[in-house]
């Protein structure tokens, strides 16, 4: 079946622009979590989503994140007015959270650079 | 709080040798473990995971890792190294609560020499 998809797959984009990154997670899957890979940090969470419950945006690094899940599937991660330490790999990730321990498919990423 | 420390960040071994990547992890309780593996310009993918039901867990690929509770540890092992093995290996530990975001280490870059 499919897996966790993202697009874009890259985006370059200059420092102080806005950009939006979208995740369409696997068909059924309730849990949406959003990830961060960058060199200084390494991997962290930014945020997750549980069905209809108010989500959990406690990764989130600054306000310019923000992040919203329409319809209980499709999310797009939003970063305003972005900064050079922006640039990162953005990760989503979706679970079914059915058999714990609950196993979290990953998407293969958006690298963002900021330049 | 929990957290998970792998102990290399690089490994280089030849192939056809055995593999052995390095995690403690920290827990105040009985953790969900895992490891992924990340292929050059890939995904994260999961190689196994410790659901307390059996201390020796077996993933994809050859590789498993035994849970040690008295010496806090989670090293995943293969018998013996293939060129495709090459990749960075992440000890995880999934927060437990109505969350259960994952926490990852810093990652292990395994090299595997001809």
């Known amino acids: 079946g499919a897996g966790v998809s993202q697009s874009p797959s890259n985006k370059v984009t200059e420092k102080g622009k806005d950009v939006e990154l979208r995740c369409d997670p696997i068909?059924?899957?309730?849990?949406l979590y959003w990830y961060r890979q960058s060199l200084g940090q390494g991997l962290e969470f930014l945020i997750y989503f549980q069905g209809n419950s108010a989500p959990d945006k406690s990764g989130l690094p600054s306000d310019r994140f923000s992040a919203e899940r329409t319809g209980g599937s499709v999310s797009t991660l939003t970063i305003q007015r972005t900064q050079q330490e922006d640039s990162a790999v953005y990760l989503c990730?979706?679970?079914?959270?059915?058999?714990?321990?609950?196993?979290?498919?990953f998407g293969p990423g958006t690298r963002l650079t900021v330049t | 709080a929990q957290s998970v420390t792998q102990l290399d960040s690089h490994v280089s071994v030849s192939e056809g040798t055995p593999v052995l990547l390095r995690c403690n992890y920290s827990s105040s309780y009985s953790p969900s473990l895992f490891w992924y593996v990340q292929h050059p310009n890939k995904g994260l993918q999961l190689l196994l995971k410790y659901t307390s039901a059996a201390t020796l867990v077996k993933g994809i690929n050859g590789f498993e890792a035994e849970f040690k509770k008295s010496e806090t540890s989670f090293h995943l092992t293969k018998p013996s190294a293939h060129m495709s093995d090459a990749a960075e290996y992440f000890c995880?530990?999934?927060?437990?609560?109505?969350?259960?975001?994952?926490?990852f280490g810093t990652g292990t870059l395994l090299a595997v020499q001809p």
């Open positions: 995880v530990v999934s927060q437990r609560g109505a969350t259960n975001k994952l926490i």
């Open positions: 068909s059924g899957h309730t849990a």
């Open positions: 990730a979706s679970s079914s959270n059915s058999g714990a321990p609950y196993e979290q498919y």
